[in-house]
């Protein structure tokens, strides 16, 4: 059923049906673009202990390619989640379609893998808004106080990151905690700063809107619950701390 499904979002947002080009194993579709033929995702069966699950029989996956390796990390460590079969390259991973993950949830990853894998032209047109985690030092910033009086403020630009997106701002030790939900409102601010520290070319504007309890998103929650080790940099997050963080 979650194959009808995925091919029914993907023709009615990407006037794309799926084609089966493998002559061994002619059940595995593949979607993929029109203009540089690139896949963007394969739905294939495999046996359950394969996937290293109990059991033998067969079950769908779909590959998919995400655009960051981290956020690849942080996805196989929840049901229904795997390093992609089959595929090499870290960016890739394979969903069940077994409805241990949401259709939702599929289809938000099918955009990604859409998105990265476009040509460099379409790139910039079918991106959709991201959400990102963005680490923010208080050693060099009083990012606790930095929305006090104001609802926008200027941060550096991570890589990737653009007009309409969506930033979690974490605050390192000793909060160790995501504060705040912004908005990015431009990009590409010309600023030139540098120490021993950091060096900073570009900045972003940001603008508030929530704010979080410190005890609500801690380094132990978002290692225990969502599989993220570490935050040393702008990076993508989970569907499922995603969701959390729209219903706090």
């Known amino acids: 059923m979650l194959r009808k499904e995925i091919f029914k979002y993907v023709k009615e947002k990407y006037k794309i049906e799926p084609d089966y080009p493998f002559s061994t194993a002619p059940t595995y579709p593949v979607l993929r673009h029109e203009d540089n033929r690139k896949w963007f995702a394969l739905i294939m069966d495999v046996s359950r202990e394969k996937l290293g699950l109990k059991g033998t029989e067969q079950v769908d996956i ?17 049901p229904g989640y795997f390093y992609g079969y089959h595929i090499s390259r870290s960016s890739w991973i394979s969903i069940l379609l077994d409805g241990t993950v949401s259709l939702g949830e599929i289809c938000q990853w099918i955009d990604e893998s859409y998105a990265v894998t476009a040509s460099r032209q379409k790139k910039q047109k079918v991106r959709p808004p991201k959400e990102w985690l963005v680490p923010a030092n208080p050693r060099y910033y009083d990012i606790e106080h930095a929305f006090d009086h104001i609802r926008e403020i200027d941060w550096k630009q991570g890589r990737g990151i653009k007009a309409g997106d969506t930033v979690f701002l974490y605050v390192a030790a000793p909060v160790s905690a995501i504060l705040y939900k912004c908005k990015v409102i431009e990009t590409d601010l010309p600023y030139h700063y540098s120490d021993q520290n950091l060096t900073i070319t570009a900045v972003m504007k940001v603008r508030l809107q929530k704010k979080y309890e410190p005890d609500r998103f801690t380094f132990e929650k978002l ?19 995603s969701e959390a963080l729209k219903n706090s």
């Open 62 to 78: 779909i590959n998919v390619k995400l655009g960051d390796p981290m956020l690849a990390d942080m996805l196989v460590r929840q």
């Open 223 to 241: 290692k225990e619950e969502y599989g993220i080790y570490a935050v040393r940099g702008p990076r993508g997050i989970p569907y499922s701390l």
